[in-house]
């Protein structure tokens, strides 16, 4: 991948153990848009240091309602710079949701 090529994956399908959205090492995007088609579990985005620091989530605290980024619509106009260190994990608390995201290599 170069610079400009899009970051992309239309439908990730998230357990209760998460997926990592972590670009391979020397490259960095830019997530520009998330979306999410949450169901009755409870989801969460988080925004990662290395595999186990949690630097900020949305919504906040792990088990909160995922009517919060539904009715949001998903993040649209984001601009979250990630990277292999700095990076994104989607979670769900039970079950398994639908998250989206989009972005460009940078």
């Known amino acids: ?6 970051f992309v994956d239309m439908v990730t399908v998230v357990g209760t153990g998460g997926v990592d959205i972590q670009p391979a090492v020397g490259v960095s995007a830019m997530i520009t848009f998330i979306g999410s088609a949450l169901g009755a579990g409870n989801g969460e985005i988080e925004g990662r240091e290395g595999l186990t620091a949690t630097v900020w989530s949305l919504p906040t605290g792990s088990g909160s309602s ?20 700095m990076f994104l994990k989607f979670i769900t608390g039970s079950g398994t949701q639908n998250y989206s995201y989009s972005g460009i290599e940078i």
């Open 1 to 6: 991948m170069a610079a400009g090529d899009l």
């Open 66 to 85: 995922s009517a919060i980024i539904n009715n949001m619509a998903g993040l649209t106009n984001c601009k979250i710079f990630i990277n292999n260190t």
